[in-house]
């Protein structure tokens, strides 16, 4: 019997080794982002949250005002229309997007709150954004509890302004 070094010796050492694995695995959001996302899912509600100290809506929900960094304990739905804040058109494919280029996205400030929401527009063309623009959620008819059961915002209203 050969003893083990003997072998290695004469062998190409493993450099690479390409496999698929599959996991199951759960995965809990916390207090706050789990029923931010349950709310999306189960009622078609935006939930936010009120800091009794300044005052600020924030969203999304978190334990601490990003403001003044008090506790926060006050739930508030939202209106799932806002106006655009910024926005951008992206032409550039990222890897961890499954959305066709181009396509575009702003910074939604949501009726009643005081920070902006990131997410995609649609039913608009690229040279029909404007800052101001009013918008609307469109929801998804199966939600599964995230961001996404968001489909996008659409225009709903043009009383916008133009930053040309």
């Known amino acids: 019997m050969r003893h083990i070094t003997e072998i290695s010796s004469k062998v190409e050492p493993v450099t690479f080794v390409e496999d698929e694995l599959e996991l199951s695995f759960r995965y ?29 809506v924030l969203l999304p929900p978190r334990p601490y005002c990003g403001f003044c960094h008090a506790p926060l304990r006050t739930w508030v739905e939202l209106s799932d229309k806002g106006a655009v804040d910024t926005f951008s ?41 404007l800052t101001g623009m009013r918008v609307t959620a469109v929801w998804e ?24």
């Open 28 to 56: 809990w959001y916390g207090e706050h982002y789990g029923r931010f996302y349950a709310e999306l899912r189960d009622n078609r509600r935006i939930l936010g949250m009120r800091c009794e100290k300044c005052g600020s």
């Open 141 to 164: 008819e199966v939600r599964k509890g995230a961001l996404r059961d968001i489909r996008y915002f659409r225009p709903s209203e043009q009383r916008s302004i133009r930053s040309d």
């Open 89 to 129: 058109i992206v032409h550039t494919p990222n890897a961890k997007e499954l959305i066709e280029t181009p396509y575009a996205c702003a910074m939604i400030k949501l009726d009643g709150c005081d920070v902006p929401l990131y997410h995609l527009l649609g039913e608009v063309e690229f040279k029909d954004i």
